[in-house]
């Protein structure tokens, strides 16, 4: 017990700059590469972290872009408007490769769990190997990603409030890349693969094996951190609603 309160204190240390706040009833759906139309902006505000720009989309925001503007600048941009047209944005957004829109939603697909700031989850209920769990998540959907630190600690904490340790691995969207000290969400976003990480448990990545899941071991540490297992290991898996 000690093991999971300390840290849960680390969690919340770490995840101190944009804290999930008290009854944010909604998710977000990203769009990435594309920006808010000029004429749809209300209002814009540089801040210092990205996930700001997430805290600040309140009552009368629909939808809200981040920009990268320097080092350690982000500009967001907020709308009222809605978006009509959920599957491209067409009507309300436009291209903008270095720029993402988070969108919010209520609601979620059959058999898809809405988790407060992560979107819609579906667990499969069938164990596969990874490249069989990820071409089987339900149409409109894909394997787990995090956009920022936030979404993984909420969805950490989901598992572990509805699951504790009857679920203890399921598979997630991401991927090793050619540079040993960092792996890729699929679809984009990078997180880094040195210790200590609030993202992996202390004995992962560990090079050997390949494919990422969230794993439960008190014993270890891992709170539903992850971990690389065999990719031909026959797992559940998260899917997250796109
Ligand atoms: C939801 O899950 C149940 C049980 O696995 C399944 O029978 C049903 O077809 C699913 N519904 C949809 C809409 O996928
Ligand atoms: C994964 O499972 C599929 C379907 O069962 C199978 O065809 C494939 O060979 C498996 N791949 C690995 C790497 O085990």
Known sequence: MMDLRLLSALGALLCVCCSIEDGSAFTFKTFTGTEIATTAISTTVVVERPCE????????CAAVAIRRQSR??????????????TSTGTDLLVRAPD??????????????????????????????????????????SQLFTASFLIDFDAMRNYLLKNYLSSLETAWVGLSRTSNPKTWEWLG?????????????????????TDCPAMHYSLSAGYLYHLADLACG???KFLCKQN
Do not use: E, H, M
């Not at 720009?53 to 009368?60: G, S």
């Open 188 to 208: 984009g976003g990078t997180i880094p693969s040195i210790q200590p990480s609030p993202y992996w448990g202390k004995y992962d990545p560990d090079g050997a």
């Open 53 to 60: 720009c997430r805290a600040l989309c309140r009552d009368a």
């Open 233 to 235: 290991d026959n797992l």
């Open 72 to 85: 350690s600048r982000y500009r967001c941009s907020f709308t009222g408007q809605s978006i009509t047209d």
């Open 99 to 140: 720029s993402r829109v988070f969108y919010k939603r209520q609601g979620c697909r059959p058999n898809f769990s809405l988790v407060d700031n992560v979107g819609c989850i579906y667990l499969s209920t069938v164990k596969l190997n990874f490249t069989a769990a990820a071409a089987s998540c339900p149409s409109g």
